[in-house]
């Protein structure tokens, strides 16, 4: 995984997910086949303490990996508006101008 995290950060986010998928897939076969008197509870349980060293680092990544995007994402929207903006400002004009020489 943590190759994955030096190689691509979503690459990382997406392993990270199915690992921990794994996980839980683990603590289900050792709940109903492996260890009689394990609990569900205890199993998953197991499984997360297992997880829990990777779960920081995985969360300051998702987190950086959304702030990123989302701060990309606003910018193209910017960009757009300021186009659009600047597109019906000119069209502005240009019907203005276009009244103005009606009137003469």
Not at 14 to 32: E, G, M, N, P, S
Request: glycine share 0%; charged share 30%.
């Amino acid at each position: 995984m943590e190759e994955a995290c030096n190689r691509d950060i979503s690459l990382y986010l997406k392993t990270t997910v199915l690992v921990f998928q794994r996980y839980i897939q683990v603590a289900r076969v050792l709940w109903k086949e492996a260890k009689p008197g394990l609990t569900k509870i205890r199993a998953e349980d197991l499984m997360y303490q297992m997880f829990e060293h990777f779960m920081d680092k995985y969360l300051k990544e998702e987190l950086n990996y959304v702030r990123a995007q989302s701060v990309e994402e606003i910018e193209k929207w910017n960009q757009k508006v300021t186009m659009d903006m600047m597109m019906l400002y000119r069209l502005h004009l240009l019907c203005t101008s276009i009244l103005f020489e009606l009137e003469l």
